[in-house]
Every structure is written in structure tokens, then in C-alpha cells.
């Protein structure tokens, strides 16, 4: 080598070594000093082994000092495995191993509002089982539990037949429990005083319990109205006035004073606490006859009955089997079934003697609901079969049953529920009463026949008689005598006007 690359060479090595051996200014306060760069290693200032060391040496302060390493030895095994080339050096060989990648996931993909499902919510129940408990326990204390007894008829038909007696209330009738709870329930401005206008057997209920309650409750009736029924009104402790001489007319009246003096006017119909009222009688059937197979539920007319008592027993077993009977001549709830909605108006003329003013029944929309949901067989029995059953209601119960409590044993009479055979169900009786014989035997109801003079007023007079003897007249059989024709005609289209419920006899 030349001089000249001599002296460059060690210019620059005298260069090189002076940076790197060169004492490092103080750090400030904001910087810090991390152990794991340099480390100044001092060593003993043997003679022997400033000779015998190969490594440079640089003097400070008389000791002798290592050349730095650039990285503290203990941690050279965080870089990997190590070789040892030309003595001292060591190179390191250093693995990068890099992350795993992280899988960034689908943003949501945006759906229009008509891609949604809409969940509906389920329907709100009209009549729960937790309303009929609620009503079993408010009206325990006025209202008695009736028997539920095994029926002499079980025999002769080859089925356990047990006989649910509502006829035993204060009133006569099952309707006392619904009307009970019904005026339980009343607010207090509504408690100033409840009007009824139709004489059946739910505003003798109201008339009774209303009383009870100190509640006032007024009866209208229509002068037509017989002086016995209106005698049991005020016998309950109610206020009983005539009005009109027909029931719509006494009911507008009725409607006329709840308006202007604040009272509530009451009417049959499907409010859930009535409803609720006439369902206990489910829950009543259900304590007394274990093991239980079907109910069988008069329906004429009686569609809350059916209604309520199907809720209950449902709630408490559903297998138990909820059948509801109808008569032929107004099958208002088999034919509301088959067109699947309740109907209005029935063209029908049912026999008012045997079923009373079922014209005047309808069939509410929440009740056809709750029947369509929880009776499992509606069907319909003819007139016949309902006097027969009458008359075996007298040969083995000793009881005279009006037909709407015996047309669930007509039903059997007429072979129509054959899977009842051999199993355990309940009739409910809803009415005892007299019939028109018995009240013949008591003198209340007298025949006659009389000849009238030839004179138009001789009619009048006739009528006027009965009139002031406060008599009411059930049927009038008339022979009248015409000028002509024509006023033949004219005489039946005012009648018929008149009187929507004349019958003209052959000639």
C-alpha cells in the first residue's frame, strides 16, 4: 500500500475511533436513558490483561474500559441465534415474523324498510281466565255456590249426567252472577243510579243486587207489562214506572232519563265484566265433578253464558269437551258460525211460548270470537224434542224445566251427541218454572168466550172493562164483520202495522 493510502486510511480510522470513543454530553431531563443502548463495561487495570487483551483499548481516568457494545449481551437472545465471526464480533441475525392478518368483517349490508318482517303482537284477550277468578272472588260473598248433582237420568241413557242448578239463585236465573260483578265494578259517579227497560230475567238481577248495593235502579215498562211482574220489581226495593204502551217505547224513554239525569242505562250485552261474571260458573262445574269429559251449555239465547263457562273450562283443561244447543226455529250462532260472523237480524219466527222473546237475543261480535275459538260443537234441536225432554225432566227429576234448560237433553233424546255415550258430563239448567197449567191451577189465568153485540163501540167497551180491572190480555181471538173487501184489506195492512205478531186464522 502507498503512502498516500496510508495516510488516508489512518486519518480515517483515528476519525472513526475518536466519534465512537468520544464521552457523551450529559442527558437532559426530558430525555431518557435506556439501559438497553451502551453500556460502559469497566474492567480491573491489570498489566497482564491490558497486554493480553486484543480488544481496543482507550484510558479513562487511569482505568481501562471495553469498547461499548451496542446492545446489552444478556438480551442478544431476543434477536435470534447468534454466529461468532473474527474474533470478538458477533453478527446477529435477526426474524421478522409478522403478525397474522387481522379479517376486517362485511360491513352490514343496508335493507330497505319494506325488506323487513313486521312481528305482529299478539291480540289482546277479550275475556282472560284471570278476570272470571277475579270475579268468583268478588261476588263469593253474594252469590251462592249451587249444587252440581248426579242426574236420575243417567241410567236410562248410559251416561253420567250431572245437573248444574242455577234455577236455585235469589232470582231464578244464572244471569246474577254476571250482573253482580257488573255493578260491582261500577265508578262512583256511575253508581248514582242504573235504569233497566225490558222485563226478563237480567233486570230482575239488576233490580235485586242493585238494591243490595244501595245503588237506585229505575224499571221502565210499557203499560202492557203484567201487574205480577211489576209486583216482584218493587218487591226488590226498585222504582217501577209505566211508560208507552209497546217496549220500544218504554226503552226510549229509559234512554231519555240516564241522559238528563246522569244515570247508567243497562242492557244485556258482551262487556267483559259480565262476561266474567257468568264464566265462574265454568269454574264451579269444574271443582265439583272431577274428571270431567264435556259441559254441555243451553245456547238459547244464552250466548254469554256459552261464551264465558267455554273460557273457563278451556283455561282449566283443554280437553274437556264445550258444547252449546240451539233451537231450530233460531239458530243464530250455527249460522253465524257457517258464514263466519255474527248476524244481524234472523228471519226466523221461533215459538215465543216455548222461547220466550228470542227475537229480541243478538250475538255480539267478541262473543262469536270467543264461541268460534273455545266450543268445540254447536248444534240445533227441534221443537218436539224439547217438550219430550221436558216431560222426562218430570218423570225423573221431579221438576218442571222450561225449555231453554232442557234442550241439552234433547239434543240426547234426538241422538245427536253420540260420543258422550259412557262418559261424565254436565247440563246446566238455567230456569225452573211454572208453565201455563200451574198457573191455571192457581187461578191466575182465566179463559173466556163472550158474544159481542152487533154495534162497532160494543169492541171498545169490552176492552175498556178489562182495562180499569188492570188485566193483561195474552191472546185475543177475534171474528169480525167487513162492509166490503176492500175494507177487508184494509183492516189486515193495519193490523199487521199494529201488530207484528198476528196470526190470521183459516176461514
Known amino acids: 500500500m502507498n503512502f498516500a493510502a496510508q495516510l488516508f486510511y489512518s486519518s480515517y480510522l483515528s476519525e472513526r475511533l475518536e466519534r465512537l470513543y468520544s464521552p457523551k454530553p450529559a442527558l437532559k431531563d426530558s430525555e431518557e436513558n435506556d439501559p438497553f443502548w451502551q453500556r460502559w463495561e469497566i474492567i480491573a487495570c491489570h498489566p497482564l490483561m491490558l497486554q493480553t487483551s486484543s480488544l481496543p483499548r482507550s484510558s479513562l481516568n487511569g ?9 446489552e449481551p444478556e438480551r442478544l437472545k431476543d434477536f435470534g441465534e447468534e454466529e461468532l465471526l473474527n474474533g470478538d464480533v458477533k453478527v446477529h441475525e435477526t426474524k421478522v415474523v409478522g403478525a397474522s392478518e387481522i379479517m376486517l368483517m362485511n360491513p352490514p349490508k343496508t335493507r330497505r324498510l319494506s325488506e323487513f318482517r313486521i312481528v305482529p303482537r299478539p291480540p289482546i284477550q277479550y275475556l282472560r281466565f284471570e278476570d272470571i277468578s277475579a270475579a268468583a272472588f268478588r261476588i263469593q260473598t253474594g252469590i251462592q255456590k249451587t249444587p252440581c248433582t248426579y242426574s236420575r237420568l243417567s241410567k236410562q241413557y248410559g251416561m253420567e249426567i250431572y245437573l248444574k242448578k242455577e234455577h236455585l239463585h235469589y232470582t ?31 233486570s230482575m238481577a239488576v233490580a235485586h243486587h242493585a238494591v243490595e248495593l244501595k245503588v237506585p235502579v229505575f224499571v221502565i215498562m210499557p203499560s202492557c207489562c203484567s201487574s205480577p211482574r211489576l209486583r216482584i220489581y218493587r218487591d226488590y226495593g226498585a222504582m217501577v214506572i209505566s211508560y208507552g204502551s209497546t217496549g220500544h217505547d218504554s226503552q226510549n224513554h229509559a234512554r231519555h232519563l240516564a241522559n238528563e239525569n246522569g244515570y247508567l242505562y243497562l242492557e244485556e250485552d258482551e262487556c267483559p265484566a259480565y262476561l266474567a261474571g257468568l264464566g265462574t260458573v265454568g269454574m264451579e262445574i269444574y271443582e265439583q265433578v272431577p274428571k270431567l269429559d264435556a259441559v254441555v251449555i243451553p245456547a238459547a239465547g244464552q250466548y254469554g253464558l256459552l261464551a264465558g263457562t267455554a273460557a273457563a273450562i278451556k283455561h282449566l283443561n283443554s280437553q274437556i269437551l264445550v258444547i252449546g244447543v240451539e233451537p231450530e226455529g233460531f239458530p243464530l250462532l250455527l249460522q253465524s258460525l257457517k258464514t263466519d260472523g255474527p248476524i244481524k237480524d234472523m228471519h226466523t219466527n221461533p215459538n215465543k211460548k216455548l222461547y220466550g222473546d228470542l227475537m229480541e237475543r243478538s250475538l255480539g261480535v267478541n262473543t262469536f270470537e270467543l264461541a268460534k275459538k273455545l266450543v268445540d260443537k254447536v248444534i240445533s234441536v227441534s221443537e218436539e224434542n224439547s217438550l219430550v225432554a221436558m216431560l222426562r225432566f ?6 218442571t224445566v222450561d225449555t231453554e234448560g232442557a234442550i241439552g237433553l234433547a239434543a240426547i233424546l234426538a241422538g245427536q251427541l253420540p260420543e258422550l255415550r259412557g262418559r261424565r258430563w254436565v247440563l246446566c239448567i238455567n230456569i225452573l218454572q211454572c208453565v201455563d197449567r200451574a198457573l191455571v191451577l192457581d187461578d191466575r189465568v182465566s179463559k173466556f168466550t163472550v158474544q159481542l153485540g152487533e154495534w162497532p163501540g160494543d169492541m171498545a167497551k169490552l176492552l175498556d172493562v178489562l182495562s180499569r180491572e188492570d188485566v193483561r190480555a195474552n191472546c185475543v181471538e177475534c171474528v169480525v164483520e167487513t162492509r166490503d173487501k176492500t175494507q177487508s184489506v184494509q183492516l189486515r195492512k193495519t193490523l199487521s202495522e199494529r201488530y207484528p205478531s198476528i196470526c190470521w186464522l183459516d176461514r
Request: hydrophobic residues 35%; positive net charge.
Open 63 to 71: 482505568i481501562a474500559v471495553r469498547r461499548p457494545t451496542l446492545i
Open 172 to 202: 231464578g236465573s244464572v244471569k246474577e252472577r254476571g250482573v253482580l260483578y257488573l255493578l260491582s265494578s261500577l265508578t262512583q259517579q256511575q253508581r248514582k243510579g242504573v235504569i233497566v227497560a225490558t222485563d226478563c230475567n237480567f
Open 394 to 399: 218430570q218423570e225423573f227429576e221431579r221438576s
